[in-house]
C-alpha cells in the first residue's frame, strides 16, 4: 500500500475510511487482494445503480470494442450516440410526456451544472441563481458557488459570486419559499431577480433531505409566475435512485433544464447530459464544448440499461420493494434504540438514518468497514449514515447488509452509549 501514500495527493478520501486494495467487483460486491468480499452500500457515490460489471452492459461493450466501434467523436454523429437518444427518447421521455432536447457536456456532473447554470444566465440575460442550504452541485467554481457545504467552498480560493443562498425545504423550521415570495415582490429587497433557481429534490451529501411535494410545486409556481428558470440537479438523485426515472416525477413538476451524471452512463463510464427545454437551446455550436463529451462506450451501456431497466415498469417495482425493506429496518432501529437515532431520512434507495453526532455515525461506518460493509456519511456534520446500495441489489443481500450493520452496532454499543450520554 505504499505506493498510494507515496505517490497519490493528499486530497484522496474514500481510500481513507476503506483501507484495502480491491481487485475485482460484481454486482453490490467488492473483492480485495486477498479474496475478503465485502458488500458495497456506496454504489460509487451513485455512479453503480446498476451494480458493479453488470453482465448485460458488460457484454455488449466487449461486444461494440471487439468490432472497433468508436470510441472518442466529439460531437461527430455516431451509430452508438444516435441508439442512446433513440433509447432515451422512447423509454424515457416519451412515457413521461417529456419534451427536452440533450446536450452532450464534459462527462462529469459539475460540468453539466456548469452547463446548466451558463445557458439560464445566457437565456434570461440576468446573472443571479438562487441555491438552497444543504445543496451539493459541484466542486468546479461554478458548481461550487451554489454548494453550501463550507469545507468544499473553503478549497476555492477565490471568492464565490453569482448565487444567493435560500432555506431548503423543512431547514431550521425557515418558510424559505414565502420569504423567496416577498422578496420577489418588493423591490426594495435586495434580491436581484434570479435567471434560474438550482436544487436536488434529495439532497444526497447535504443529508438525504426530501424536499415535499407542495414545496415543489410552489417552488415551480413561483418559478412560472417570475420567469425565472427552474434546474434540477439529478446527477445522484436520478436513474431510479428515488424509485422512478427523475426524482421530481411524484410532485407533478417540469423542470426547465435538467442535470444528469453517474450512473446516465449505466455502467459507471464517465458521462453528462443537459436537458434542456427546446425553446432554451439558443446555443451557437461550440459555445460549450469539451473533448470527452462523445464517450461512445459510455452511449452502448447507457442504451444497454434504459432498454434493460426501464423499458417497462418491473425494475421500478424492485426499487420500490428493496425501499420498502430498507425503510422498515432504518424504522425499527430508530424506534428502538433512541438514544442513537434521530430519525429516517431520504427517499427511494436513497435514504440514511441520523445519529445524534457525527461522531456515532463516524464509529458506526467505521464498525461497518470491520463487518465487510461500506458505507458512508452525509450531512453537514457526516451525522446520517448513508444506505447507498445498487438498485439492482436482491432482497437477501440488502438483508445480509443490514444485519452486518446491526451486528456493527451491537460491536461499538458501549462506545456510543458513552458517547450519547
Keep these: 500500500m505504499d505506493i498510494y501514500k507515496q505517490q497519490e495527493s493528499n486530497v484522496r478520501s474514500y481510500c481513507n475510511s476503506f483501507p484495502v486494495e480491491f481487485t475485482t467487483a460484481s454486482g453490490c460486491w467488492l473483492t480485495t487482494d486477498t479474496g475478503e468480499q465485502y458488500l458495497d452500500f ?25 468490432q472497433d466501434g468508436i470510441t472518442h ?7 452508438a450516440k444516435g441508439a442512446f437518444l433513440t433509447a432515451f427518447r422512447r423509454h424515457i421521455l416519451e412515457p413521461r410526456q417529456l419534451d427536452y432536447k440533450v446536450q452532450f457536456t464534459g462527462p462529469t456532473g459539475t460540468n453539466a451544472v456548469e452547463a446548466a447554470l451558463k445557458l439560464a444566465r445566457k437565456v434570461t440575460g440576468r446573472h443571479n441563481i438562487v441555491t438552497f442550504t444543504n445543496g451539493f452541485h459541484g466542486c468546479s467554481l461554478g458548481a461550487l458557488m451554489a454548494t453550501g457545504n463550507q469545507h ?15 432555506p431548503y425545504d423543512g431547514y431550521a423550521g ?15 429587497s435586495g434580491l436581484d431577480k434570479p435567471a434560474a433557481v438550482l436544487l ?19 417552488l415551480s409556481a413561483l418559478c412560472h409566475e417570475h420567469n425565472i428558470l427552474m434546474i434540477v440537479d439529478d446527477i445522484q438523485a436520478g436513474c431510479g435512485r428515488t424509485g422512478s426515472f427523475f426524482s421530481f416525477e411524484d410532485a407533478g413538476i417540469t423542470p426547465d433544464i435538467i442535470t444528469l451524471s453517474k450512473s446516465i452512463g449505466g455502467y459507471g463510464l464517465p458521462m453528462a447530459i443537459v436537458l434542456l427545454k427546446p425553446e432554451l437551446d439558443t446555443w451557437k455550436p461550440g459555445e460549450h464544448n469539451g473533448t470527452f463529451r462523445g464517450n461512445n462506450h459510455a452511449f452502448i451501456t447507457a442504451t444497454k440499461a434504459i432498454e434493460t431497466y426501464w423499458a417497462d415498469s418491473t425494475f421500478e417495482d424492485h426499487v420500490k420493494a428493496r425501499a420498502a425493506q430498507l425503510n422498515l429496518r432504518l424504522a425499527h432501529w430508530c424506534e428502538t434504540l433512541p438514544e ?24 458506526l461506518g467505521k464498525a461497518s468497514f470491520k463487518h465487510n460493509l461500506i458505507i458512508e456519511m452525509a450531512g453537514p456534520d457526516d451525522e446520517v449514515v448513508k444506505f447507498f446500495a445498487p438498485l439492482t441489489i436482491t432482497e437477501s443481500e440488502l438483508d445480509q447488509g443490514l444485519a452486518k450493520f446491526e451486528q456493527a452496532i451491537k460491536t461499538i454499543a458501549p462506545q456510543i452509549t458513552q458517547i450519547a450520554s
Design 42 to 66: 456506496l454504489a460509487g457515490a451513485g455512479a453503480l445503480n446498476y451494480g458493479h460489471n453488470n453482465p448485460n452492459f458488460k457484454q455488449a461493450l466487449i461486444d461494440y470494442i471487439s
Design 340 to 363: 442513537l437515532f434521530v430519525k429516517v431520512k431520504g427517499k427511494g434507495l436513497m435514504q440514511g438514518i441520523e445519529c445524534h453526532s457525527g461522531e456515532i455515525a463516524s464509529l
Design 73 to 79: 467523436s466529439l460531437d461527430m454523429h455516431s451509430q
Design 152 to 166: 468544499h467552498r473553503g478549497a476555492s480560493g477565490v471568492p464565490l459570486f453569482g448565487g444567493t443562498r435560500l
Design 174 to 188: 425557515i418558510d424559505g419559499l414565502t420569504l423567496f415570495e416577498t422578496m420577489l415582490n418588493d423591490n426594495s
Design 200 to 218: 436536488e429534490v434529495v439532497q444526497g451529501e447535504g443529508g438525504l433531505n426530501v424536499a415535499s411535494t407542495p414545496w415543489l410545486q410552489k
